[in-house]
């Protein structure tokens, strides 16, 4: 059974301080996915790591995915306030026909930027 | 540009009451989806429909079904909800060659 753990579950920080979070999963997976949810908000996707050593950066956001080690991570680079959600990743398996696939969700880490 | 509507956003039910969720996706995707968040847990898929005319079970399927009555259209039926089915419920879509997930804005749902 594949389990996805990140840590921490809770984050707070400064702005302009760096700090990355982390995503390990159980069993082999090529797939990797990064949602940021808002207070009673949608999940909004991220980032899409779809091979070992794959990294991806957006603004402030930095994704990489290491999937000999199990581990994706997510780093944050010189945090602004409106970084703060919880963000979650995501480790697809099982691929459905069209190159669609299950995804297991970790449990979410709630981040908080304070001034 | 809706991208993937649920309905209702919000409903209370008392323990014993039938219900549907709806859910719609205007985008021409293929794979459909029905999660749950409950607090401290993430997202758990409930059902799944890979493509029109298939359904296959989640990880928590116990106390649901669901049907995909058209490409574009998948409920989540509560036959006899429990207070253990309290939780927000998001639809989510994909299509061919694309393996993001699009998630509509969920329906919170309560029962007493």
């Known amino acids: 059974e594949l389990k996805v753990e990140q840590n921490p579950l809770f984050l707070s920080m400064q702005e302009g301080k760096n700090y990355t979070i982390y995503c390990n999963y159980s069993t082999t997976s090529d797939r990797l996915y990064w949602y940021r949810q808002d207070p009673g908000k949608s999940l909004e996707s991220l980032f899409v790591?779809?091979?070992?050593?794959a990294v991806k950066q957006e603004g402030r956001l930095m994704a990489s995915l290491d999937t000999k080690a199990r581990l994706s991570t997510l780093h944050i680079t010189a945090a602004v306030h409106d970084l703060s959600a919880t963000y979650f990743c995501a480790v697809g398996r099982s691929p459905l026909q069209g190159g669609s696939e299950k995804l297991v969700f970790g449990k979410g880490t709630k981040l908080t930027v304070n001034p | 540009n809706a991208g993937v509507t649920q309905t209702p956003k919000f409903q209370v039910l008392k323990t014993g009451q039938s219900m549907t969720l709806q859910c719609a996706q205007d985008m021409n995707h293929n794979s459909m989806y029905w999660y749950r968040q409950d607090p401290g847990m993430g997202l758990r898929l409930i059902y799944y429909s890979a493509s029109e005319g298939t359904t296959d079970k989640g990880e928590v399927p116990n106390g649901y079904n669901v049907s995909r009555l058209n490409k574009r259209e998948f409920s989540l039926r509560l036959e006899s909800a429990a207070p253990s089915q309290t939780s927000v419920y998001f639809c989510?879509?994909?299509?061919?060659?694309?393996?993001?997930?699009?998630f509509g804005d969920g329906t919170r749902l309560s029962i007493l």
């Open positions: 989510a879509s994909t299509r061919v060659g694309t393996p993001t997930q699009h």
């Open positions: 790591l779809l091979s070992n050593g």
